[in-house]
């Protein structure tokens, strides 16, 4: 199995508008981070993409990826799902919609705000069939896990992706961890998770929470993401502990 992170930054991504750096060094490429996704395949070559970042369309074309067998949300912030249109190009030579999910209160707010994308408008066909997710353990040969995480006053979902006796957890934008969290990726192979910062934020996991969550589920490696404009790639990198990486728009991890 594989695991692609297309995007490893935070909201606003980094450098911020303006050319705000913050303590990231320019010079360093890892140090560039457009809005956070990832995307998982498994060994027949099915593709699920994790939300539908801002910066979609520059993700897909640096990568060279022209098709994906199911998107899925963790939640509906627009840094995760505002890049949803350009999925568009990927429903033109599929013969009905793609597959997609997300939890309910997700879902629910993603028809709300893109309806034209769930049910077709003015003669264009419908791009995605949105499914919750209660039901959901198995697609496109990986088994399907998930859970709901605290995200400050909302809620996102983190997930496990099971395939070829290898797994992949992800969980970003969650701001404690709840039991839950803890079952579902217990001696993961692969967990990819939110470290916005190294100071406690109100809505999202800070470095010591990270590798809390790491600890508590015996991941076997730990790869950090939702990284802001503090978290210089070399600096991070040389302070965190073995068998965590700092995560880069790019990094690509073989299973």
């Not at 995007?7 to 140090?31: A, H, Q, Y």
């Not at 369309?57 to 890049?83: P, S």
């Not at 791009?127 to 909302?154: D, S, V, Y």
């Not at 070829?164 to 992800?170: P, V």
């Amino acid at each position: 199995m594989k695991l692609l992170m297309l995007g490893s930054g935070t909201s606003t991504g980094v450098p911020r508008i303006g050319d705000d750096w913050g303590e990231c060094d320019p010079s360093e490429p890892r140090n560039r981070r457009t809005r956070v996704s990832i995307m998982v395949e498994n060994a027949e070559g099915r593709r699920l993409l994790v939300d539908t970042s801002t910066d979609l369309r520059h993700q897909l074309l640096a990568n060279g990826i022209d098709k994906v067998d199911g998107v899925f949300w963790t939640h509906d912030h627009a840094d995760h799902c505002h890049g949803i249109d350009d999925l568009r190009v990927m429903r033109y030579d599929r013969s009905g919609p793609l597959p997609a999910f997300a939890a309910n209160e997700t879902a629910r707010r993603l028809r709300a705000r893109f309806g034209y994308i769930f049910a077709g408008e003015h003669g264009y066909p419908t791009i995605c069939e949105l499914n919750t997710l209660e039901r959901l353990r198995i697609f496109a040969g990986f088994g399907i896990g998930h859970c709901q995480m605290p995200h400050g006053p909302a809620r996102s979902t983190a997930f496990r992706f099971d395939a070829d006796g290898k797994s992949i957890g992800y969980a970003t934008d969650f701001s404690e961890i709840v039991p839950a969290l803890v079952e579902l990726f217990q001696r993961v192979d692969l967990l990819v998770v939110d470290c916005l910062r190294r100071r406690p934020h109100p809505t999202h996991a800070h470095l010591d929470m990270a590798l809390e969550l790491s600890r508590k589920c015996a991941a076997g490696r730990t790869v950090l993401t939702h990284l802001d404009k503090s978290m210089d790639y070399r600096t991070l990198a040389a302070e965190v502990p073995k068998g965590v990486e700092v995560g880069y728009d790019g990094l690509e991890i073989v299973l």
